[in-house]
């Protein structure tokens, strides 16, 4: 699986499938789930601790040695989510956050420019930042300016399964940055959502509600651990270009007799 | 009369008002946080504790004293994307 291997943030990871915990029915199959993904990383959010969370906290179904990327979700602006992502990194499960700035509660678009000012304020602090943002080269390149470890473009909606919505905008973020890497995360919806992604060139890819509300997330995480794979192998080994008109597989001489011309 | 008031809190048993989680509940006088938390079920766990907007590491929690008005969130990990 040498192809899946990367380095990012700092870390080695075996896999280029990052996986999200939320809304599991069940979390005690998080990690058959992690598993079958073959990932190594996650994300969680950070909440008041409530009475369910003394008897189960979702920390018990994670691997002690997995990598934790954390999430500012909740937070509405660049100063919400500073304080959530020390919070976080107050727990003392690494460095890693994923900054995500929303302030709409129906599409729950990242606010780009509340975003940067956040990575920017965390880079400096030493963190890892992956921030969540609208697919955009001035913000992308802000992004890699303030010392993003990556940039997290969105597919679609989160948990929307709607698939790349934003292919032609995370196209054009590949092409204008070469250098920094591209997590497609949320409206991932299948697995050929993820090797689609890959193929045109993605670092990585993040899935949450694709694999925890399958009928068998377990299933759907060995799905997307192919596909991801596949995705990967496809742009490395070089997809043939596409054409308006047919271009024959075989010679368009030495038809039989009297077949064809 | 004031000073009446602070000896009359000094007593044990005394509680004082605090904030958890945007809630009121109680503490005792000179009660440490770690105290508190441990009291509460909350000593294990992967919590964080922010006091009056300062994140407290946890090797401070037993020197810290509570005091009346205190706001403290409290705060863990969830399932997230």
């Known amino acids: 699986m040498s192809v899946n291997t990367w380095e990012i943030g700092g870390k080695k990871l075996r896999s280029r499938l990052i996986v999200g915990t939320g809304k599991y029915a069940d979390q005690s199959i998080l990690p058959k ?12 959010a950070v909440r008041r601790i409530g009475t369910k969370d003394l008897a189960e906290n979702i920390m018990d179904y994670i691997p002690k040695d997995a990598v934790l ?28 956050v994923k900054v995500e700035v929303v302030r709409d509660a129906r599409y729950l678009m990242p606010d780009n420019q509340e975003t940067v000012k956040a990575t920017k304020i965390l880079a400096d602090e030493g963190f890892k930042v992956f921030p969540y943002m609208n697919p955009d080269i001035y913000t992308a390149r802000a992004l890699a300016e303030a010392g993003a470890a990556a940039v997290m473009p969105l597919g679609a909606p989160i948990g929307s399964n709607r698939g790349l919505q934003t292919r032609e905008m995370i196209k054009i973020l590949l092409a204008e940055l070469p250098d920094i ?11 050929s959502d993820a090797a689609e992604a890959m193929e045109m060139g993605a670092a990585g890819v993040m899935v949450n509600t694709a694999i925890a509300s399958a009928g068998d997330p377990v299933k759907m995480a060995e799905a997307f651990a192919h596909a991801v794979l596949a995705g990967r192998m496809a742009y490395l080994a070089g997809l043939g270009s596409q054409h308006s008109f047919a271009k024959a597989s075989s010679p368009l001489t030495g038809f039989l007799g009297g077949i064809a011309k | 009369m004031r000073l009446l008031f602070f000896l009359v809190n000094m007593k044990e048993g005394v509680t004082i008002t605090i904030f958890v989680n945007g809630e009121r509940a109680e503490a005792k006088v000179g009660q440490n946080l770690e105290n508190w938390l441990a009291q509460n079920g909350l000593a294990a766990k992967h919590i964080v504790v922010e006091l009056n907007a300062e994140i407290l590491s946890r090797k401070d929690w037993s020197r810290r004293i509570l005091q009346q008005g205190d706001n403290l969130e409290i705060v863990t990990f969830v399932g997230g994307g």
């Open chain 1, 33 to 44: 789930v992690m598993q079958a993904a073959q990932t190594d990383a996650v994300t969680v």
């Open chain 1, 69 to 96: 990327m954390p999430n500012t979700s909740g937070a509405r602006t660049a100063e919400e989510a500073v304080r959530i992502a020390r919070l976080a990194r107050a727990a003392g499960c690494g460095d890693w």
């Open chain 1, 181 to 191: 890497p591209v997590i497609v995360d949320a409206g991932i919806g299948r697995p």
